[in-house]
Structure formats: C-alpha cells, structure tokens
C-alpha cells in the first residue's frame, strides 16, 4: 500500500487549508485510515481517524471543532480540512492506514508527510 499526501503550504493564522492522501495499491475501502503530525523537536501525534466506511471519527482534542475528516472510498482518497488554524498547527501531517478497518486502530502503512506551516 502506498500512500501519498499532498495540500500542505503556508497560510495565515485563521486560514484553512485541505490536505489529501490518496491510496493505491491496497483495499482502500475496507481500511481505516488517521492523520497525524509532527512540529519540530516533537514526536508524532494523533489528529484524526476515519473507519473504513466513514461512518465513525474521532479527533484529537487540540482540533476538535476546526478539522474535518473525510473519506471518498471511489476516490481512494482521505481528507483532512482543516480551519481556524493556529500557528500550533504548524507541523508535518502525515496520513496512515490501518487494514483491520479499525477500532482499534492500528497503522502498518504511512505516507510520506506534508508540510503545513501557519504564520502569525
């Protein structure tokens, strides 16, 4: 399974930003799939997850009422839209993939990052 993130960049605080990860290679609908970053100095952690029909999410508390999770199973795609940024939510997002379908979530598959920097 390889999985590829893109719609990182640089935005004001308070702005918004969408970010992307599309999946190939696996049975992207039957996956579960989670967003996590990394700031600098930091160590990974959780933002979001999505089961493998869309139906159940869970966010981290430090986003909760501003990122959205969202999946498009014809696309092979999950999103992450995400508002009201602050210059906290400045890190390396990174998308994963858990195959059980989750919960309990576990990642074997991760892509390779993008870069979300919110300015001041």
């Known amino acids: 399974v390889q999985l590829q993130a893109s719609g990182g960049g640089l935005v004001q605080a308070g702005g918004s930003l969408r970010l992307s990860c599309a999946a190939s290679g696996g049975t992207f609908s039957s996956y579960a799939m989670g967003w996590f970053r990394q700031a600098p100095g930091k160590g990974r952690m959780f933002v979001a997850t999505i089961n493998w029909s869309g139906g159940s999410t869970y966010y981290a508390d430090s986003v909760k009422g501003r990122f959205t999770i969202s999946r498009d199973n014809a696309k092979n795609t999950v999103y992450l839209q995400m508002a009201s940024l602050k210059p906290e939510d400045t890190a390396v997002y990174y998308c994963?993939?858990?195959?059980?379908?989750?919960?309990?979530?576990?990642?074997?598959?991760w892509g390779q990052g993008t870069q979300v920097t919110v300015s001041s």
């Open positions: 994963a993939a858990d195959p059980s379908g989750g919960p309990p979530f576990e990642y074997d598959y």
